[in-house]
T-cell receptor, first 110, second 116 residues
Framework: DAKTTQPPSMDCAEGRAANLPCNHS???????VYWYRQIHSQGPQYIIH???NNETNEMASLIITEDRKSSTLILPHATLRDTAVYYC???????????FGTGTSLTVIP | DTGVSQDPRHKITKRGQNVTFRCDPI?????LYWYRQTLGQGPEFLTY????????KSRLLSDRFSAERPKGSFSTLEIQRTEQGDSAMYLC??????????????FGPGTRLTVT
C-alpha cells in the first residue's frame, strides 16, 4: 500500500532549515500530498497538505515539483521540539484512511 | 481543549481478558477513525465511521475486535480475548468530510495497550 518513499532518518542543526524529501512517483492526478509528524508517544499531528501548488502555513512550507512526483517539507527554523517522525502520505480527495509508512525520523541537534 | 480525547491513556491487561477503549472526537466532525500502531511502525488503519455508520474495516480488524459509534459522537473499540500480539498504541482520529474535499484527520493521544 505504500505509495511514498522517504529517507529513514535525518539530522538538522537547531535554527537551520530542515528539508525533508518525499518521492511519490506513482501519484495520481487527484491525489493530495499530506505531511504529518509524530513526536514520541503522542498521536500524529497534521502539518500541511497540497495538490499541485506550493503551500505555506505557520508550521511549514510544502514544495511540490511540477510533475508532482516528489515533494519537500521545509521547516524554516528547526527547534529541538521539531524532533519527531515525519510522514509523507498521498491520498485521494475522497479517500478515507491514511497509509503512513515508516516516515523519516528527524533529529534536531543543538 | 477541544481536540480528540481518548481514554484510558494506558491499559495493562492479562491475556484472555476483554478491554474497551473510548474516543471522543472533535464535536463537529462527522468521521471517526481507529488506527493501530506497533513499535517502529507508522499507524495502520483499522476502521472508520461516517456519523454512526461503520463504512470500512481493515483486514487487521479480526473477529475479536468490534467498534461502535452509537450516536455518531463518541466511539468505543473493544478487544475480546486479548492476545499478546494486540499490544500496541490504539489511535483515534476525526475529520470533517463534506462533499468532495480533502480534510485532514486530527489524532488523539492514543491508548497504549500492554497484554501480559
Amino acid at each position: 500500500d505504500a505509495k511514498t518513499t522517504q529517507p529513514p532518518s535525518m539530522d538538522c542543526a537547531e535554527g537551520r532549515a530542515a528539508n525533508l524529501p518525499c518521492n511519490h512517483s506513482t501519484i495520481s492526478g487527484n491525489e493530495y500530498v499530506y505531511w504529518y509528524r509524530q513526536i514520541h508517544s503522542q498521536g500524529p499531528q497534521y502539518i500541511i497538505h497540497g495538490l499541485k501548488n506550493n503551500e505555506t502555513n505557520e508550521m511549514a512550507s510544502l514544495i511540490i515539483t511540477e510533475d508532482r512526483k516528489s515533494s519537500t517539507l521545509i521547516l524554516p527554523h528547526a527547534t529541538l521540539r521539531d524532533t519527531a517522525v515525519y510522514y509523507c502520505i498521498v491520498r485521494v480527495a475522497t479517500g478515507n484512511q491514511f497509509y503512513f509508512g515508516t516516515g523519516t525520523s528527524l533529529t534536531v541537534i543543538p | 481543549d477541544t481536540g480528540v480525547s481518548q481514554d484510558p491513556r494506558h491499559k495493562i491487561t492479562k491475556r484472555g481478558q476483554n478491554v474497551t477503549f473510548r474516543c471522543d472526537p472533535i464535536s463537529e466532525h462527522n468521521r471517526l477513525y481507529w488506527y493501530r500502531q506497533t513499535l517502529g511502525q507508522g499507524p495502520e488503519f483499522l476502521t472508520y465511521f461516517q456519523n454512526e455508520a461503520q463504512l470500512e474495516k481493515s483486514r487487521l480488524l479480526s473477529d475479536r475486535f468490534s467498534a461502535e459509534r452509537p450516536k455518531g459522537s463518541f466511539s468505543t473499540l473493544e478487544i475480546q480475548r486479548t492476545e499478546q500480539g494486540d499490544s500496541a498504541m490504539y489511535l483515534c482520529a476525526s475529520s470533517l468530510e463534506f462533499r468532495i474535499r480533502s480534510y485532514e484527520q486530527y489524532f488523539g493521544p492514543g491508548t497504549r495497550l500492554t497484554v501480559t
